[in-house]
């Protein structure tokens, strides 16, 4: 028995540790968005914890001054998601990525070339600067029966502090460009090298 | 009694989730590098689930087509040094960070702008192809108490798969750069936002 409860004891444990501090709810171990009643996407704790992706970067001095997504997109899966990925090559419903948008460093306008880049130690290109959004999709497919793939999209603001919850947009302002160009079932994979190494 | 002996299995299985499989040896729960016999480091394990801290593009079009370090330099922070981060704004003893480089995802010839950049459907500008090479520093002022604020740096190559040991780089390699212009403690956190905004 005290060996039972123990044992019992260190997996609930193990769960929490690998989920955080919210309970798994879904059947595979994926850890679950969290909603308010009327159907909002709560902010994720700790997302810059979560396992990078990819960081694709769409500088605004090389798209007329106003890039669709300002400026880096550095691109994370929930670890629970992350896992289940690379044991099965699918995103898991119940999978979260999200999307930090982070401003190209500025320097002096007299040290900013015309393409956006400046010049480091390491050389000349583009470096992180202040963060400017962040971006959540969530597969559901239970939730979000009506959505392309079960995939819905939030934003919580292009200002700090972030809001602490979000609406889903209309599924065709971001389903559409993902339902035509993502590599795999509408995440853009082929941007994301990190997924791809994992993927069995 | 009973009592305590789950709190202390529930702890050493809370510090081993945090660590890994290692053990941690360092006093204040900073997970250090492993070493061979003869001095090496060790290919950390899981390096992509560490935290991401940054991502500096130095991209080769925009450096006589040869950057120094081609081309994304994908940073991130070995998890428990993270904590003590966020706990202290201070690089323990210990501390890893690790940078993999990533080549710019490429197009077809009359795809690819002068600048190395393409379009997509999220704007114009670049996007992380094909990992090029691995490379770590560690901060340990007992084993590198000669390297300058006691980091020594590494590198796994640059083809895959990566080298499972290297040996420590001459300091003047590599440090010169990092004492010049680096922003705190030989570490370029200017260019790393994740880690600015979790500072104490």
């Not at 819905?152 to 200002?159: K, M, V």
Request: hydrophobic share 40%.
């Amino acid at each position: 028995m005290r060996s039972n409860f123990i044992t019992t004891i260190l997996a609930s444990v193990l769960i929490a540790g690998v989920a955080g501090t919210t309970i798994v709810r879904a059947a595979d171990g994926v850890k679950e968005a969290e909603f308010t009643d009327d159907g909002q996407v709560m902010i994720p704790a700790e997302w810059r914890q979560w396992v990078f992706i990819g960081a694709p970067l769409t500088p605004n001095a090389l798209n007329d001054g106003k890039a669709p997504f300002p400026e880096f997109h550095n691109v994370y899966i929930e670890p629970t998601a992350f896992t289940h990925w690379k044991k099965t090559g699918i995103f898991a419903n119940g999978t979260q990525i999200a999307k930090e948008l982070v401003l190209v460093r500025k320097k002096d306008k007299d040290e900013m070339n015309a393409d956006g880049s400046t010049a480091e130690v390491s050389g000349v290109g583009y470096f992180q600067g202040e963060f400017t959004g962040l971006e959540l999709t969530v597969k559901d497919t239970r939730r979000f029966s009506e959505e392309p793939g079960g995939w819905a999209y939030f934003s919580f603001g292009h200002t700090l502090p972030y809001a602490k919850t979000a609406k889903a947009f209309p599924a065709e302002s971001c389903n559409n460009c993902h339902e035509a160009a993502a590599a795999e079932d509408f995440v853009f994979t082929q941007f994301y090298p990190v997924l791809s190494a994992a993927k069995p």
